[in-house]
């Protein structure tokens, strides 16, 4: 993890404890579904990322689908399970940032 993403990282963190956060809705999977398959919470994802560092980050080497800079992807173990958790800042309506996860699941690429 180089600086700007330890940066973009923490403030991820201080926006996620401010509340400003979602899970991205998709069509492909269910994200209430992955978490149960991980046996965790939507809160107790919310605390697992706010314990995420650099020691967990994963430099994915497939082309980015995403243009904006401030997404990061990160793989946890978690009960037993490697879960690969992507997150990004956007701006909601309001024009304020927020963290959104667009994935935590089982890393079905290991």
């Known amino acids: 993890m180089n600086n700007q ?5 923490s403030k991820m963190k201080k926006l996620i ?7 991205q809705i998709r069509r492909d ?3 209430l579904q992955d978490l149960l398959k991980l046996g965790i919470s939507e809160s107790e994802a919310w ?8 020691h967990f980050y ?10 904006n800079t401030d997404t990061l992807i990160f793989k946890k173990q978690i009960n037993g399970i490697i879960a690969y958790i992507k997150l990004k800042i956007e701006k ?4 304020e ?3 959104v996860c667009i994935s935590f699941h ?3 690429r290991l």
């Open 5 to 9: 993403q330890l940066r973009i990282l």
């Open 17 to 23: 404890k401010l509340g400003k956060r979602r899970f």
């Open 29 to 31: 999977r269910d994200y």
């Open 47 to 54: 605390n697992i990322i706010l314990e995420l560092n650099n």
């Open 58 to 67: 994963f430099n994915d080497p497939r082309p980015s689908y995403y243009k």
């Open 92 to 95: 909601n309506n309001n024009q």
């Open 97 to 99: 940032e927020i963290v």
């Open 106 to 108: 089982e890393d079905n």
